[in-house]
């Protein structure tokens, strides 16, 4: 045998490498992506979807314990970059105009790993950066945010409202996107403060130009609360629980839209 035929180049041998190891390390079998529609209050149609990280493996864990444990071992960055390139890889599958939504940690934000892999989808993509971390540095956060921009991505605050810094994400970041925590609006409809406080953030919004998505929409009352109080945008398990991408895009081909009403064919 030739030495040549032992010689692998190199990126193709890390990446033969690299895949294994990240898994192995964490413990993980499988990373599969599921999808969950984001609505237009006014109209109910789809305007773009959040993809969300579902891992199986020797333990069973929910997602964010499997990124806290990353974090933990120094391979955070690496798990939640490899989440949203497979998020990614689907973005051919979503029709125009969507746009899909994607989780990373503000400290991934930064990330050149990150940036390299939205440059060029760059223009359909969400990044919503999470409230519940704390930040340090919002100088860094900020030319974090000013990068993805460049590569024409939007970027959203996620969790507004909840976790460690209340609204100061929304207040330093300026997000294209609001998206509004489960907490603000679970029982929005019979508590005065958190309509205040809702109506307050979207007030900010206008004034700003960012849109607002309340997220963890369950019941009627509280969808048509948040349409009377002027929200944009709906996500939540009354609207559409996360799903595999085929389900969401498929499984109503074929029936009526009920926004069309009673229209006869000839
Ligand atoms: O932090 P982030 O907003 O990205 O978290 C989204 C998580 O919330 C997902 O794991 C998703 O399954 C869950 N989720 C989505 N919609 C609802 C909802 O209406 N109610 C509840 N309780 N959880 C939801
Ligand atoms: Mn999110």
Redesign the pocket.
């Known amino acids: 045998m030739s030495s040549q035929t032992l010689t692998v180049p190199r990126p193709v041998a890390e990446r033969r490498r690299g895949e294994p190891s990240l898994f192995g390390a964490l413990g993980i079998e499988s990373l599969t992506i599921v999808f969950?529609p984001i609505v237009s209050l006014r109209d109910l149609r789809m305007v773009g979807l959040e993809a969300?990280a579902r891992f199986r493996g020797v333990r069973e864990e929910p997602?964010d314990a499997w990124f806290a444990r990353a974090e933990t071992m120094g391979l955070g960055e690496l798990l939640e970059v490899r989440a949203v390139r497979a998020a990614i890889q689907r973005l051919p599958e979503i029709p125009e105009p969507l746009f899909l939504s994607i989780?990373v940690s503000p400290g991934t934000a930064g990330s050149p790993r990150l940036r390299r892999t939205i440059d060029g989808p760059g223009r359909r993509i969400v990044l919503?950066i999470?409230e519940h971390t704390p930040v340090r540095d919002y100088d860094r956060l900020r030319v974090a945010v000013d990068e993805l921009r460049r590569l024409g991505a939007r970027v959203a605050v996620?969790?507004a409202g909840a976790g460690f810094a209340g609204l100061s994400h929304v207040v330093r970041v300026v997000p294209d996107l609001i998206?509004l925590d489960?907490g603000m609006i679970a029982g929005i409809e019979r508590d005065p403060a958190k309509r205040s406080l809702v109506s307050a953030v979207s007030t900010l919004a206008r004034a700003t130009g960012s849109a607002v998505v309340a997220?963890?929409?369950?019941t009627r009352e509280q969808l048509v609360t948040l349409r009377t109080l002027g929200i944009d945008f709906g996500?939540?398990?009354l609207l559409g629980r996360?799903t595999s991408l085929d389900e969401l895009l498929f499984a109503n081909l074929g029936r009526p839209n009920p926004s069309e009403g009673s229209v006869r064919q000839p």
């Open positions: 969950q969300l997602p989780n919503e999470t996620d969790d998206k489960i997220e963890g929409i369950e996500q939540g398990y996360p």
